[in-house]
């Protein structure tokens, strides 16, 4: 168990709109990053939430923006929508202190019309 | 910057088979290197991670040899079985990317009985 929820599971939206996704680390997590997974490829890197700042930022356009809570909890928000961003978004959370993996959770399917 | 290559797709083979999935990277200084699977339908699971050159990670069966000399990490199993089926992800973290992962595009396993 990664001890990382993500909600919603699947959303369908359409070109334009936008989507808000959640990701609510187990207690102890402070910091959160967000992937895009598109199909047949690999998790591409999109930020990362420590202490409620961005500190990392992938190859990702302004479109993508995030915030986390001072629960740890986070969001990641698209804008503008497009058929391209349609994907698996996974929210990680790093291993033990001391340790460097990170742990995903069950990923929000979003498709995009 | 930084990448990871991995042996094309798909891969098939029959129960208790021998697997090799190969994987290089090209990365500044010391990265850690990692195996994630991915069973369909799910999320990413770390399968086994190493953090230095010549340590072998393992789990389940599966090894894999941090080989600084020939930037590759490749993944190998004596005997598989269906089970084992899946989408497998070589990935790295270079030493100042503060928890970033960086993905192949994933290898497909299909074990047949």
């Known amino acids: 168990d990664a001890g990382v929820t993500q909600s919603p599971t699947h959303l369908i939206k359409t070109r334009g709109q936008q989507v808000t996704l959640r990701c609510s680390p187990k207690s102890g997590h402070d910091t959160v990053s967000w992937y895009q997974q598109a199909l047949g490829q690999g998790p591409q890197f999109i930020f990362q939430?420590?202490?409620?700042?961005?500190?990392q930022r992938g190859n990702f356009p302004d479109r993508f923006s995030g915030h986390q809570f001072p629960n740890y909890s986070s969001e990641l928000n698209v804008n503008a929508l497009l058929l391209g961003d349609s994907a698996l978004y996974l929210c990680a959370v790093p291993g033990t202190s001391g340790s460097n993996e990170q742990f995903f959770g069950p990923g929000t399917r979003l498709t995009v019309l | 910057g930084n990448s990871v290559t991995q042996m094309e797709g798909p891969v098939t083979l029959s129960e208790e088979a021998f697997l090799t999935i190969n994987c290089t990277y090209t990365?500044?200084?010391?990265?850690?290197l990692f195996w994630y699977v991915q069973y369909p339908g799910e999320g990413l699971q770390l399968l086994l991670k190493a953090t230095k050159a010549d340590d072998k990670g393992s789990n389940k069966g599966f090894e894999a040899t941090y080989r600084k000399e020939t930037t590759s990490f490749h993944l190998e199993k004596g005997s598989v079985q269906v089970s084992d089926s899946a989408v497998y992800f070589c990935a790295l973290r270079d030493g100042g990317s503060n928890y970033k992962l960086t993905f192949g595009k994933g290898t497909l396993l299909t074990v047949n009985p």
């Open positions: 939430y420590y202490e409620e700042e961005e500190r």
């Open positions: 990365a500044t200084g010391y990265p850690s």
